[in-house]
């Protein structure tokens, strides 16, 4: 639902053809209405743009900027809250009266009436900035999982936000400097961990956090009001395995029956695995009307789901839609990838997510997809990879693995085309606990082969994946794992992945799955309960059989997958030549030009390479181009 931006200029240069700019380059998440207005306050100048997506309250009554004139306060906000309407009922025993059906006045009331404690009460993804005159404050709410983006630039006594990085280049204050050890971040997993950007002086608020911008100093404070870390911290339940599943069940209907909120057509994205049949089966059985399913099917059987989404739509009574996609509609969105992706992104599975969406698009407004449900019931193999890997290496003793990183010595002129063995093994010995040691065997490459790759000094950056030993011993290895990803990839690529391509089709998408009851709930179950019998989503299986019978579901997992690695070398080979040539390298001065003219060169030959490695390098170039050149 929409799209925000908005400055804090403290030097007071900025001006309303700004903040349209500014909001106007986020056009797509919001085509349906349009508001800017500037606050003259004496220390600075306030902007808050918005574009709307309407979704709930259709009606010129939920317009924004939203004010609440008596308290002094005005609001931007992209995303829903779900549970507005129970909200607002308290609110009106409080006293309160309402203009509009919509969620954005039921925020704005609540923060007038419990401040920053209101967000507690929440239930719904959101970005939320609110300008609060009588405390001099502009304070900014990102939701707990981190569902919808927030992003934020200070420096030389100017605040900018918003949902899109694409906004703040609009600011012609605005310095876009790279942060090459974010760079290196980019590199070591295909995305940029929050809170950093691709630029210095930017910033992604983490989830579960909010942000206050004192408008008399300039000074920022950020507090966080959520981590998930909290919830496996928490002791486990004791419950026996059938009430677990009966609870989990019952909170899975709830958080599925709040995302068909809307006063516009809704559906869902249906794959035909788990995750997406357990939010269409749910639904359905407890809806009168079909709901409308969406599938995108390819040529090529080793990615095509389509047949399999077919039958369990067919099952479940669901109005489905299914399209198949050439090659040539997937291939026609790489030279758009960098605009939908407006930061470094790796994950090429954005390419299918952006062609479902459109294809969603003709038909309804709102799209329900299904993430979240592998790092909260343990459902990736690379959990299980992992601990069999960690289980291996860590034969050797504890007190030698240091001793042993030590010894190792590595070659800074090392070939990148593949893994540095040692360079990992290095890495995995200095490790202290079973968290890092998981993100190190993960990594596309290592910190070192970062810096072998980039030609600038860089800095190790810290993420969650080193805070391990902020969860406790109540937590085995596999629940470290969960906890540690729902803050990193579950954020940072899939989320930021199903945003953009949603969002660039002007669709709204919602995930079920990350209503916090559910998290909250399944972080405090036993490990068993999740993993049985070598089976990940024990307890989520379970309940989707009791609506699709499990013959049905049994089949290999495909995931969203495009054949880059064939098309680099063939329809692609044209713009690989373009963006990653020694000329432009030497130019950017960013990489070793002979190292990535090496990878590119023994690629195109049919020598072994990590093709991950030349796929974010190819995909860091097409960002470049669109918006450094």
């Not at 990879?385 to 240091?402: C, I, S, T």
């Amino acid at each position: 639902m929409c799209g925000i931006a908005g400055f804090i200029d403290f030097s007071r240069r900025s001006d309303k053809d700004r903040l349209k700019k500014m909001t106007d380059a986020v056009i797509h998440r919001g085509p349906d209405d349009s508001g800017y207005e500037l606050f003259e306050h004496p220390k600075a100048n306030i902007g808050f743009g918005f574009r709307r997506l309407s979704i709930i309250d259709l009606s010129p009554l939920g317009h924004q900027p939203m004010h609440f004139n008596e308290a002094g306060l005005t609001i931007i906000f992209n995303g829903e809250v779900y549970n507005y309407a129970e909200i607002r009922k308290e609110l009106e025993t409080l006293g309160y009266s309402f203009r509009s059906g919509s969620d954005t006045e039921v925020i704005l009331k609540s923060y007038a009436q419990w401040g920053t404690a209101c967000v507690n009460r929440f239930i719904g993804m959101y970005a939320i900035a609110i300008n609060d005159e009588k405390k001099q404050q502009v304070v900014i709410f990102r939701d707990r999982a981190g569902v919808k983006p927030l992003f934020w630039y200070m420096q030389d006594n100017l605040f900018l936000f918003g949902s899109e990085l694409k906004s703040f280049h609009q600011h012609p204050e605005f310095q876009k400097k790279i942060n090459y050890s974010a760079l290196s971040h980019y590199f070591q997993r295909g995305y940029i961990s929050a809170p950093y950007t691709i630029f210095e002086n930017t910033h992604k608020l983490l989830p579960g956090h909010f942000l206050v911008i004192d408008l008399q100093t300039g000074s920022t404070a950020t507090t966080k009001y959520w981590d998930v870390t909290d919830c496996y911290n928490q002791p486990k339940l004791t419950l026996g395995y059938d009430e677990a599943r009966n609870e989990v069940e019952r909170l899975m209907i709830s958080a599925f029956q709040y995302r068909m909120i809307a006063d516009v057509p809704v559906g869902v994205f249906l794959s035909g695995g788990y995750d997406s049949t357990a939010v269409t089966a749910l639904l359905q059985a407890n809806s009168s009307k079909k709901i409308k399913t969406f599938t995108i099917g390819f040529e090529d059987p080793k990615f095509n789901e389509a047949p399999h989404a077919k039958e369990v739509a067919a099952h479940l009574g669901t109005e489905h839609y299914e399209h198949t996609c050439t090659y040539k509609d997937a291939l026609d969105i790489v030279p758009q990838w960098a605009d939908i992706y407006d930061e470094p992104f790796g994950d090429i599975s954005g390419i299918p997510t952006t062609l479902v969406s459109r294809i969603a698009r003709e038909q309804v407004t709102v799209a329900l997809s299904a993430d979240g449900g592998d790092e909260i019931f343990a459902g990736y193999q690379k959990y299980f990879n992992a601990e069999k890997r960690l289980a291996q290496l860590d034969k050797v003793p504890a007190f030698m693995q240091g001793v042993i990183s030590q010894l190792i010595s590595l070659d800074t002129n090392a070939d990148i085309s593949n893994q540095d063995k040692r360079s990992k093994l290095k890495d995995y010995f200095a490790a202290k606990d079973g968290v890092r040691k998981f993100d190190i065997v993960s990594q596309a490459m290592t910190f070192h082969e970062t810096q072998m790759l980039l030609s600038r000094e860089i800095q190790y950056l810290p993420t969650p994946f080193n805070e391990g030993d902020l969860l406790n011993a109540s937590n085995d290895l596999l629940s470290k794992f969960q906890a540690t990803e729902y803050k990193t990839y579950m954020v940072d690529d899939i989320l930021q992945k199903v945003d953009r391509a949603t969002m660039s089709t002007s669709l709204e998408g919602r995930e079920p799955f990350l209503d916090q009851r559910i998290i909250e709930f399944a972080a405090r179950l036993p490990t068993d309960f999740k993993y049985r019998n070598g089976q990940g989503k024990y307890i989520l299986k379970d309940i989707v059989h009791k609506y699709v019978p499990k013959p049905l579901m049994e089949r290999p997992k495909m995931g969203f997958g495009v054949p880059l690695e064939t098309w680099l070398r063939t329809d692609l080979k044209d713009m690989l030549m373009d963006v990653v040539n020694e000329k432009n390298l030497r130019e950017q001065n960013i990489f070793h030009p002979s190292k990535a003219v090496k990878m590119r060169d023994d690629y195109l030959a049919g020598k072994p390479v990590e093709f991950q490695r030349l796929s974010y390098l190819f995909l860091f170039q097409l960002w470049y181009k669109k918006w450094m050149s």
